[in-house]
C-alpha cells in the first residue's frame, strides 16, 4: 500500500462543532452480543453471529439508542482482510436498519494483553469481562518491527470504511494509557515500558487514519487521573496526545455526577465538541437517571458500557477478579441494560432511554 506524504490537519474547533451539531445527539452503548466473549468472538467467521446481531440491535433501536461503540482488532485484519471487511460491511448494513450508526475502536489497551486467534476461552465464572483481548498485543506493542502491519491495518480499515456514513466516529485507542485491568491480574504479562510505548505510537497512529481523509473524526478517550484541564500538571504523555490529536475531544466516566461534571467542564475548556464513551456502573453512582440530564444540558455524547448481559459478564463489578460472584450474583447489576432474553434490567432505564432517545436537537 503507498502511503501519503503528508497528512491532513486535525480538524479546526469550527469544523469539528458543525459536524457535530449536524449528527443526532448520540445515545447508545458500547456493543459486543451476548454470544461474543470479546472482540475476536464477534468478528471471526466462525463465530459471527449476524441474527444474534440483528436482534440484539433491534432491541437498541427499540430503546431509542442510535450509535454504538463497537471494537475491532488487528489479527482480525491480518487473518482473513476481505472476509473481514465483508463482516464489517455486514453489520454496518444490519445497525442501519435499525436506525444505528457506528462508532468503530481500532486499538484497546484493556485486559488480556496476549490475543490468540481461533477459538476463544469461556467465560470465567463470576468475572467481569474475563475474556476481553487486546489490540495490538503486548509483543506487537514491544516490537517495532510489527508497527508496519498496525499501520496497513489502520490505513486499509480507515479508507474503506472512511467515506462511510454509516460510520460516525473513529475511535484509535481505547484506554491507551491502561496497564491491562483485572485489579492487576495482568500487568505482569504488559509490554516493558508500555505506557512510552504507547505514546510514540498513538500519534502516528492517529496520523496513519487521519491521512485516509475521513469524512468522520477522529478521538481517543481520556479516563485515568482526576485533572484533565490544559493546564494540569497531572497530564501524562499518552493523554497529551489524546487530546493534541483529537477532532472531537472522548472520555470516560464512572463516578457520582458531582465528578461527571468536574470532568466536562475542565474539557470544555479546549473548545471541542465532547462524548462519553463509557459511563455507568450503577454501584459506583454513575446511572442513566443522574447522567443523562446532565449530558443533555451540556450536550455531551452518552455510550454506556454494556448492552445485553452475556459471555462479557460486565454485570458483575471489577471486584470480581478478586471475589469472583459464583454463588451469588452482585446486588445491583455493575453494567449492561437488559437481560439476555431482551428484558429490561430496570424498566425505569429503559423508559429514561426511551425518553432521551426520542427528543431532537
Not at 12 to 41: C, D, M, R, S, Y
Not at 153 to 173: L, N, S
Not at 211 to 221: C, D, E, V, W
Not at 259 to 274: A, D, N, T, V, W
Request: charged residues 20%.
Amino acid at each position: 500500500m503507498s502511503h501519503p506524504t503528508t497528512t491532513p490537519a486535525r480538524w479546526t474547533t469550527e469544523q469539528a462543532h458543525a459536524w457535530f451539531k449536524a449528527q443526532p445527539w448520540a445515545l447508545g452503548a458500547n456493543f459486543v452480543p451476548a454470544t461474543a466473549i470479546n472482540q475476536l468472538a464477534m468478528w471471526q467467521a466462525e463465530s459471527f453471529d449476524p441474527e444474534r446481531i440483528d436482534l440484539e440491535l433491534g432491541w437498541a433501536g427499540g430503546l431509542g439508542m442510535n450509535t454504538m461503540r463497537v471494537f475491532l482488532h488487528d489479527l482480525l485484519w491480518a487473518q482473513d482482510a476481505a472476509g473481514f471487511k465483508q463482516r464489517i460491511h455486514q453489520y454496518l448494513d444490519i445497525a442501519q436498519r435499525h436506525g444505528i450508526f457506528t462508532m468503530f475502536v481500532l486499538f484497546d489497551s484493556c485486559w488480556d494483553p496476549e490475543p490468540k486467534l481461533g477459538p476463544q476461552r469461556e467465560p470465567i465464572p463470576g468475572v467481569h469481562n474475563s475474556g476481553w483481548v487486546q489490540s495490538p498485543s503486548a509483543a506487537q506493542l514491544a516490537d517495532r518491527s510489527t508497527w508496519p502491519q498496525l499501520r496497513a491495518y489502520v490505513e486499509d480499515i480507515v479508507k474503506t470504511f472512511g467515506q462511510d456514513p454509516r460510520v460516525t466516529y473513529w475511535d484509535i485507542w481505547n484506554e491507551p494509557d491502561n496497564q491491562g485491568g483485572g485489579m492487576g491480574y495482568y500487568q505482569p504479562r504488559e509490554a516493558k515500558d508500555k505506557i512510552a510505548l504507547v505514546a510514540e505510537l498513538i500519534p502516528q497512529a492517529f496520523d496513519w487514519a487521519r491521512a485516509q481523509n475521513p469524512i468522520q473524526p477522529l478521538t481517543s478517550g481520556l479516563w485515568l487521573g482526576d485533572n484533565w484541564a490544559p493546564d494540569s500538571p497531572e497530564l501524562n504523555a499518552v493523554q497529551k496526545a489524546q487530546l493534541a490529536y483529537s477532532d472531537v475531544i472522548s472520555f470516560h466516566d464512572y463516578n457520582w455526577p458531582e465528578k461527571f461534571e468536574s470532568r466536562i467542564r475542565q474539557l470544555q475548556s479546549y473548545g471541542r465538541p465532547l462524548i462519553c464513551t463509557e459511563y455507568m456502573a450503577r454501584s459506583l453512582g454513575s446511572t442513566f437517571d443522574i447522567a443523562l440530564p446532565i449530558a443533555v444540558r451540556e450536550d455531551v455524547g452518552m455510550i454506556n458500557w454494556g448492552f445485553v448481559d452475556g459471555k462479557s459478564q460486565t454485570k458483575m463489578p471489577w471486584d470480581s477478579w478478586k471475589r469472583p460472584y459464583t454463588i451469588d450474583p452482585p446486588l445491583v447489576w455493575f453494567h449492561d441494560v437488559l437481560h439476555t432474553d431482551g428484558r429490561p434490567y430496570r424498566e425505569r432505564e429503559a423508559e429514561l432511554l426511551r425518553q432521551y432517545g426520542a427528543r431532537k436537537r
